[in-house]
């Protein structure tokens, strides 16, 4: 009976219909297509994603070290890039050139947003079956065109490369920050910082200069390409490290967790500043150089720039980390864990969005504030958060990364703007060996003057030996590929990128071996059975030099600061804010501190997440920390925990 | 030291720079500025869903339940688009005409792909500081526009309509499919399918022939502008139910378990239905109507498309799921987590990819293959894994839902087409009413006929009452916003949602209350204490009638398939092949059967995932139906477990 009154419905209606031309129709299908290719772009990507998984899991299964996923990812990718670019067909764009209509009023210096295009119009269109309507059709803009006649931008598997930036980078970044072995990261925080930092800015500038000089000796087609800012440029994207293999291959092997921090430490740090101090050389580039000659103001100002994003961005992340930690704090949101899954997946990504607003880098905020919810957080979370939360960036870290080394190898072969320069890939092989080495040898020697065990020689050839290149890297030469010099970059990069996964990652076992780096050391982190344990370049441990001396007690005032001051405020720990505050702030101090804080027993939940603290945080150190050098003259140390049940909410 | 190096290459390199523009200047900028829009939209939606996240939890601190976390999206939504429209800036989108160039060649009947512009060229540019290099710009193709007068398009906190199918959508039916409450869902199987497909197809019919009456009454210029076929597409778009709020708090109030496995059931499978109907209804409108007749032809074409979509979807989904299982099964990838989580991810994302790369519909692949890797995936995960999926897509569901519910909101505001017609949004409501009722009264009747128990008055209202409409509905509506027709539709969809989202999902309570429908029922689903228990429209039950006794016969025959076929085969559920398959095919069972489902009990692995069965997977009901019935002549009923060790890797 329905079906009945369906077909007098259909009847009795479908005369009144009369729409659609010839040209919809076929817009319609091109739509459908153009979806479709996307689709199966991404459903190759899928698939090999799957491959990958695959095969990973039979390697793992019959214990294969000598390629890591990574790795497979990359290789995977250039056997169907070169598939897809030899087997697969082309799909052309159709064109035409375009002028203004006459008489068109416009006086801004940029190209307008939008072209309004009149078709078929005057244009010279067979007769086909049905006339053509005229109708006027959105054009937006795109870009430039800078070599006219390579007319066909094919863009088979390829992506828009700010996805990397912002799309798949933050999950790792953030994975990263989230999963930090904070305990042995702060222990080796000096030599962290001097090869993040310092060592990163020096393999930039090295590597940029003496690109520079190769660059010069070439033909001088290329070498007119190239100025210094571009060989800078190069040297500050190729130093970042990605040493995700040899580092899997560590936790394998159960290698020194100090060597691990160490290495792990720099890499995620080293891609924060190259990312920062590649904006920088960006920014000094289009904003100082319209004349030729140096300018004092504008390197000063690439160099602020520098300080101020960098700095601004870690201020946004760990700010927005710790929001999150009064938030899970002092609501009961916890009783629901997935609103409270919810809440710290959005206030993290809220870090990121914040920074790209306010024109920092979203990245580098994504990783402090990371840190700062694996340290704060992380305590007030629920068990089943905790739970959550780790797992889900984990999976998306996972997926995130073996995409991005899939996406290399495949672009290898799809991407159109590859200018192959056998001289320049050959050079950037050579000096970005020599920019890894500058980083580490002169460091390792200026830190083991002041380091007590200083980092023996072997650990120095296998931080050098952990230079891989890898996500950054790519990300941030792929980004910008207008000029024959940056798409020499790219093809640069990728190679040295897959050659160092491929080859470097393969061999890392070996290296160990080699260097006798001693392996299998206990899984549990707090059995530090082997000699090098004692590494605490922050904590004065007999005769510091005076510079050490400087450090530790900045450490130190850091560590009370932290134990003292913001696990109080931001945690559930002990001792609470009432114990630690001066007297006079004691009702702000009561109104801070939970119930949860004054009724727990004093080690209960210290103990829980012994290993996210601080090493400074060890109960010994702060004891030692006479509470006057906090809050001279303020602090009544005599203050007791008292009957006071001030719950919040 | 280091920084007197670095002081002296820059020094000595920078003179060599000289690059840029005025133009490329302005363009990065410009580039900039973008970005960091698209950033602040992404940051105000963030911002609405933690605003949300932390209400809700409020909400349920205070336990208030007169507004469900979707009404709040909605209402958040709507403050901030007002905020945004009454009380931002503009962002101007500067245009020009364009011609072609003269003598350009091109006769395809579609426009081109891309535009070269080059400018600034002819254009009267006032002269500014410096002077602008002509350069060629790309301009790539963005579709028709219909109203040339509307010369903004504002894009104000807007995203492309498709990221909904593509990637809102995706996430939300598949946990509807992985979370649903098989059980009772296949208990109520014959009343879930009629409500869904007979139902929703009723349904929109009613309403699109009702529409097009009323519009026929309206003033002419509306009139003329909608033919049947769009009256009929919003009849399909505004059909299908979304009741996410009613079955909130029928969880909360743990109502009757059948009541919300056919109000949850009815909903999933109605979007499904809804998705491929309003397709072919477009399919119908571009391909067939080209003159204005009825065809006959057209007409089964389009129900032929019907048909042949959704199932061939269902199909892609089916098998994807099925494919995971089997090699969840087969290796053993459960050793490692985390990759068994990424397969599972993946898998499940390449079902929606294929159907959409085969031009079948993704969202439907994606809830069947919910439905499989929820039967059969499930139970051969690790219990890491099966955590980890859950709750990712329980967050993803969450996170999408509340993001779709706080665009419509703010799309209220923010979109610029929409068409507000009080005359068309009056008959909007009425219609979308008498649809529901002729969707659940007279099926209700029909059902009833077959069913013991029948479906009560006091369920029949409420499943009416639960026709709340939401994200599908909506999603339709934005996908095609050309005409003033669809324009009207829109504005009338969001209208429709947000009004029964907020007041008919407040009322909920109330409602349960004033149709006396029993609460509290016990959370534990096997205790099944209310005198509705025992429905089970697809067991015969003394007098089903014919038709009952048929469909009874289909699902006896489906879940003895199930049980002796499907789940030894893809999972390690017990019977084993061994014993099921016929003698012949003993040597290919082995093969597909593990040693874990040789040595395992009786009941362990059954045991554990109860829930996850079907009611007709009951022990009593497998061991009633005679094997001949399914293997007729083949079956050797006495094959028992023999010492076969076949492990499988």
């Given at each position: 009976m329905n079906r009945n009154v369906v077909f007098t419905f259909f009847l009795f209606c479908f005369v009144t219909i009369c729409r659609g031309s010839g040209t919809d129709i076929a817009l319609d299908a091109k739509a459908t297509l153009l979806h479709r290719i996307d689709s199966l772009n991404l459903l190759i990507y899928t698939c090999l994603l799957t491959l990958t998984v695959l095969t990973i899991w039979v390697f793992k299964h019959r214990r294969v070290s000598w390629l890591h996923e990574t790795g497979l990812a990359v290789i995977y990718g250039l056997i169907v890039g070169a598939i897809i670019r030899y087997a697969g067909s082309t799909n052309h764009i159709t064109h035409i050139n375009v002028n203004p209509e006459p008489g068109t009023t416009y006086n801004l210096s940029v190209p307008p947003d939008m072209l309004r295009f009149h078709f078929p119009a005057s244009l010279p269109i067979t007769p086909g079956d049905s006339p053509i309507a005229n109708k006027t059709y959105a054009y937006s803009f795109r870009g430039e065109i800078v070599n006219v006649e390579q007319n066909e931008i094919d863009l088979k598997a390829t992506f828009d490369p700010e996805i990397f930036f912002n799309i798949i980078l933050p999950p790792i970044i953030f994975h990263a920050g989230y999963c930090l072995k904070r305990k042995y990261f702060f222990r080796n925080l000096g030599a962290i910082l001097t090869f993040a930092m310092v060592g990163t800015a020096l393999s930039a500038l090295v590597i940029g200069a003496l690109m520079y000089g190769c660059v010069q000796l070439m033909p001088a087609s290329l070498a007119s390409s190239f100025t210094f800012l571009d060989t800078l440029y190069f040297g500050a994207l190729i130093s970042p490290t990605d040493p995700l293999t040899v580092l899997a291959i560590f936790s394998q092997l159960k290698v020194d967790v100090n060597l691990y921090a160490m290495i792990f430490g720099e890499s995620v740090l080293n891609d924060a500043v190259a990312l920062v101090l590649s904006g920088a050389i960006q920014n000094y580039e289009t904003r100082y150089s319209h004349d030729g000659g140096f300018e004092i103001s504008g390197f000063l100002g690439a160099i602020g720039d520098f300080i101020g994003i960098f700095s601004l961005s870690l201020l946004v992340g760990a700010l927005m980390g710790c929001l999150t930690a009064l938030m899970t704090k002092f609501t009961h949101v916890r009783d629901w864990p997935l609103l409270?899954?919810?809440?710290?997946?959005?206030?993290?990504?809220?870090?990121?969005?914040?920074?790209?607003?306010?024109?920092?880098?979203?990245?580098?905020?994504?990783?402090?504030?990371?840190?700062?919810?694996?340290?704060?957080?992380?305590?007030?979370?629920?068990?089943?958060?905790?739970?959550?939360?780790?797992?889900?960036?984990?999976?998306?870290?996972?997926?995130?990364?073996?995409?991005?080394?899939?996406?290399?190898?495949?672009?290898?072969?799809?991407?159109?703007?590859?200018?192959?320069?056998?001289?320049?890939?050959?050079?950037?092989?050579?000096?970005?060996?020599?920019?890894?080495?500058?980083?580490?040898?002169?460091?390792?020697?200026?830190?083991?003057?002041?380091?007590?065990?200083?980092?023996?020689?072997?650990?120095?050839?296998?931080?050098?030996?952990?230079?891989?290149?890898?996500?950054?890297?790519?990300?941030?030469?792929?980004?910008?590929?207008?000029?024959?010099?940056?798409?020499?970059?790219?093809?640069?990069?990728?190679?040295?990128?897959?050659?160092?996964?491929?080859?470097?990652?393969?061999?890392?076992?070996?290296?160990?071996?080699?260097?006798?780096?001693?392996?299998?050391?206990?899984?549990?982190?707090?059995?530090?059975?082997?000699?090098?344990?004692?590494?605490?370049?922050?904590?004065?441990?007999?005769?510091?030099?005076?510079?050490?001396?400087?450090?530790?007690?900045?450490?130190?005032?850091?560590?009370?600061?932290?134990?003292?001051?913001?696990?109080?405020?931001?945690?559930?720990?002990?001792?609470?804010?009432?114990?630690?505050?001066?007297?006079f702030m004691r009702p702000v101090a009561r109104l801070l501190t939970t119930t949860h804080q004054y009724t727990q027993g004093d080690n209960t939940l210290r103990r829980t997440d012994s290993d996210s603290d601080l090493c400074i945080d060890d109960p010994q150190i702060p004891s030692s920390i006479d509470p006057q050098q906090l809050w001279p003259g303020l602090v009544d140390t005599r203050i007791s925990v008292e009957g006071i049940t001030g719950s919040n909410i």
């Open positions: 409270e899954s919810a809440l710290f997946v959005l206030m993290s990504y809220a870090a990121f969005l914040i920074a790209e607003v306010c024109e920092l880098t979203g990245v580098v905020a994504v990783l402090f504030c990371g840190i700062c919810q694996a340290h704060y957080t992380y305590n007030n979370l629920s068990s089943d958060s905790r739970n959550r939360t780790k797992q889900l960036f984990e999976l998306l870290n996972f997926l995130a990364e073996n995409f991005i080394f899939t996406y290399i190898g495949v672009s290898m072969f799809t991407f159109p703007k590859h200018h192959f320069d056998p001289w320049f890939i050959i050079a950037g092989f050579i000096t970005s060996m020599l920019g890894r080495a500058v980083n580490i040898y002169p460091l390792s020697f200026l830190l083991n003057l002041g380091r007590k065990p200083p980092i023996p020689v072997n650990f120095q050839h296998m931080l050098f030996f952990s230079g891989l290149r890898g996500a950054m890297s790519f990300a941030l030469a792929i980004r910008n590929t207008v000029s024959e010099a940056r798409q020499a970059m790219l093809t640069t990069t990728s190679m040295i990128v897959i050659a160092t996964v491929v080859l470097q990652g393969g061999a890392a076992t070996h290296a160990l071996d080699y260097l006798r780096i001693p392996t299998g050391q206990g899984s549990n982190e707090e059995s530090e059975a082997l000699p090098y344990r004692d590494v605490r370049s922050d904590t004065p441990r007999g005769g510091g030099d005076a510079g050490g001396g400087q450090k530790a007690r900045l450490a130190r005032v850091w560590g009370a600061l932290d134990s003292r001051l913001l696990k109080p405020l931001l945690t559930h720990a002990r001792p609470p804010l009432t114990e630690t505050l001066p007297a």
